[in-house]
Antibody
Framework: EVHLVESGGGLVQPGGSLRLSCAAS????????MHWVRQAPGKGLVWLSR????????NYADSVKGRFTISRDNAKNTVYLQMSSLRVEDTAVYYC????????WGQGTLVTVSS | SYELTQPPSVSVSPGQTARITCSGD??????AYWYQQKSGQAPALVIY???KRPSGIPERFSGSSSGTVATLAISGAQVDDEADYYC??????????FGGGTKLTVL
């Protein structure tokens, strides 16, 4: 059975940093691009970033470019999202996912940016 | 930046066909995917590559794409189909994007 389990969310002050992790199991992790998607309370889904199979290619939405960094460790079947210079508007549930014909999603982790 | 445009809401009676559209300039060249999200749950894929159904998705869900508009159709809509629906695709440079979402009401 496939599992994507996000962790690392919590309360952080504006301007602070946080690193999210997503541990994968039940599928061949190193054959899939991995993505991060977020959803602010009561709002829609927003794609944030993706990373290629070997980590050599990364892409970001304009809203997080320069502040967020995606990475992966295929030996640990884990993808990360390092978030810095956090803003109140970054408050959201953060999902890791591998969207596509073979479609995997985690249950999300809540990040709250507030003073 | 690239945008996919969906109507904020669609309402149908049970048994009718619900149609949700998604407009985007790159859709003639890029596939559309459709996700269903029920309250408090992660999104679930209902259509991929414009018109293909994943295993386990009922036949009443179908997708099509023509020009710059992709459409999700739910024939014989049921109360259980009430959810938010999102289209998903990429722009010409490979950046991915979701539409703003459509709240489907079946009553």
């Amino acid at each position: 059975e496939v599992h994507l389990v996000e962790s690392g969310g919590g309360l952080v002050q504006p301007g602070g940093s946080l690193r999210l992790s997503c541990a994968a199991s039940g599928f061949t992790f190193n054959r899939f691009w991995m993505h991060w998607v977020r959803q602010a309370p009561g709002k829609g889904l927003v794609w944030l970033s993706r990373i290629s199979i070997n980590g050599s290619i990364t892409n970001y939405a304009d809203s997080v470019k320069g502040r967020f960094t995606i990475s992966r460790d295929n030996a640990k079947n884990t993808v990360y999202l390092q978030m810095s210079s956090l803003r109140v508007e970054d408050t959201a549930v953060y999902y890791c996912a591998s969207p596509g014909p073979i479609d995997y999603w985690g249950q999300g982790t809540l990040v709250t940016v507030s003073s | 930046s690239y945008e996919l445009t969906q109507p904020p809401s669609v309402s149908v009676s049970p048994g009718q066909t619900a149609r949700i559209t998604c407009s985007g300039d790159a859709l003639p060249e890029k596939y559309a995917y459709w996700y269903q999200q029920k309250s408090g749950q992660a999104p679930a894929l209902v259509i991929y590559e414009d018109n293909k159904r994943p295993s386990g998705i009922p036949e009443r869900f179908s997708g099509s794409s023509s020009g710059t508009v992709a459409t999700l159709a739910i024939s014989g809509a049921q109360v259980d189909d009430e959810a938010d629906y999102y289209c998903y695709s990429t722009d010409s440079s490979g950046i991915e994007v979701f539409g703003g979402g459509t709240k489907l009401t079946v009553l």
